[in-house]
T-cell receptor, first 117, second 112 residues
Framework: DGGITQSPKYLFRKEGQNVTLSCEQN?????MYWYRQDPGQGLRLIYY???????QKGDIAEGYSVSREKKESFPLTVTSAQKNPTAFYLC????????????????FGPGTRLLVL | EDQVTQSPEALRLQEGESSSLNCSYT??????LFWYRQDPGKGPEFLFT???AGEEKEKERLKATLTKKESFLHITAPKPEDSATYLC?????????????FGEGTQLTVNP
């Protein structure tokens, strides 16, 4: 079955620690995205990537880093600089992310809940 | 700046009691409006994409409509399994990478 997988489901971070959230897709999608969801708030875009070896900052990129070495994978690292990391993190993908292509649906993974010890 | 406002924040219905959820938006040229359903602790599940005013789409008990300023998600004769948070998002023409702007969602509870 094609889809998006995220791991782990729950992740605990100690103060000063960097942690990495995994996102893998087998949909052959070019574009991938990371969102953060807090209670009572809409999804906020952290980073997105339209093609391998390229990515752009979203609205709340500070304290986060990403890489896109393979089409299928888009890991997110939550660094120690992110002072309020507790949230539900969602990865999504879409067929193409190029500006000139119209109306592309984003499909989401199951999410990773990050908690601070 | 693109903005999406959903109302009400929460809605409780009895099974079979039809109602509508609202999504008001301001965007510099709409490329697409998206509806998702999200169950607690899970990722959003895609429901509909609407592209232009006057467009309507249906799926089982759900029907989405679009005007130039808002979208409605109509729920006809809901069942308890329709309980979830419904998210609305817009994609602007002047955007790169298919970015979406989300509303805060409407939490729907359908009581048996």
């Amino acid at each position: 079955d094609g889809g998006i997988t995220q791991s782990p489901k729950y992740l605990f971070r100690k103060e000063g620690q960097n942690v990495t959230l995994s996102c893998e897709q087998n949909l052959n999608h070019d574009a991938m995205y990371w969102y953060r969801q807090d209670p009572g708030q809409g999804l906020r875009l952290i980073y997105y990537s339209q093609i391998v070896n390229d990515f752009q900052k979203g609205d709340i990129a500070e304290g986060y880093s990403v890489s896109r070495e393979k089409k299928e994978s888009f890991p997110l690292t939550v660094t120690s600089a992110q002072k309020n990391p507790t949230a539900f993190y969602l990865c999504a993908s879409s067929i193409r992310g190029r500006f000139e292509v119209a109306q592309e649906t984003q499909y989401f993974g199951p999410g990773t809940r990050l908690l601070v010890l | 700046e693109d903005q999406v406002t959903q109302s009400p924040e929460a809605l409780r219905l009895q099974e079979g009691e039809s109602s509508s959820l609202n999504c008001s938006y301001t965007v510099s040229g709409l490329r697409g409006l998206f509806w998702y359903r999200q169950d607690p602790g899970k990722g959003p599940e895609f429901l509909f994409t609407l592209y232009s005013a006057g467009e309507e789409k249906e799926k089982e008990r759900l029907k989405a409509t679009l005007t130039k300023k808002e979208s409605f998600l109509h729920i006809t004769a809901p069942k308890p399994e329709d309980s979830a948070t419904y998210l609305c998002a817009v994609q602007a023409r002047e955007t790169s990478g298919s970015r979406l702007t989300f509303g805060e969602g409407t939490q729907l509870t359908v009581n048996p």
